[in-house]
């Protein structure tokens, strides 16, 4: 996966897979007509509506939404987050949270473990079952992601990472910046928490 936090500035001139320079600056996104961002805003509509579409099928057939959606992928790509640290990447309220997480452990999608070093810790991990549900959701939404960058063509993986990563607010930036590259590292196989591995 591309590094996407090098170059983090956008103020210089980025250079493409054919040797062609472009100069990808703040300035000249800032004096883009004010149609083009309102056109861009709403492509984002389309463009969220449909990479959610899908998942969405698949979640009412559980009785489950995006917000459990969004639990389980947390939890899939940092096995043993603490329940603390997930409502702080959701920033949803503690009762929010509490209502979905309850129904993920009690249908046997997610394990609660108490934390080795502080036994009041709540860790959390996916069950098999759960593993093979955050799957099936995320295999249908990187097949549509792929086919969108293969449109794109060369680099276009890269400028999606970038744009995706400025769209965040630059406070949250260091924050999402680690958690990506900690479920990368653990991707690759670097030693990390390891889940209980318990079956459904």
Request: neutral net charge.
């Amino acid at each position: 996966m591309t590094d996407i936090f090098s170059n983090a500035a956008f103020g210089t001139v980025a250079t493409t897979q054919s040797g062609v320079k472009s100069a990808a600056t703040p300035q000249a996104a800032m004096t883009a007509p004010r149609t083009d961002l309102i056109d861009c805003a709403e492509l984002f509509y389309f463009a969220y509506r449909d990479f959610t579409c899908d998942p969405d099928a698949i979640l009412a057939q559980y009785g489950f939404g995006r917000a459990h959606h969004r639990v389980l992928h947390f939890v899939h790509r940092h096995p043993g987050l603490k329940v603390a640290e997930l409502l702080d990447i959701l920033k949803i309220t503690k009762q929010s949270l509490a209502r979905v997480l309850k129904q993920l452990v009690d249908e046997s999608f997610i394990i609660q473990r108490a934390g080795d070093a502080d036994r009041r810790e709540r860790r959390l991990y996916l069950s098999a079952k759960g593993s093979r549900l955050t799957d099936k959701l995320t295999d249908i939404q990187i097949r549509r992601l792929q086919t969108a960058l293969a449109d794109i063509g060369p680099g276009g993986d890269t400028l999606a990472q970038k744009f995706l990563f400025a769209m965040i607010a630059e406070e949250d930036r260091p924050h999402v910046e680690a958690l990506l590259k900690s479920a990368r590292r653990g991707a690759d196989g670097t030693p990390s928490e390891a889940s209980p591995g318990e079956a459904e």
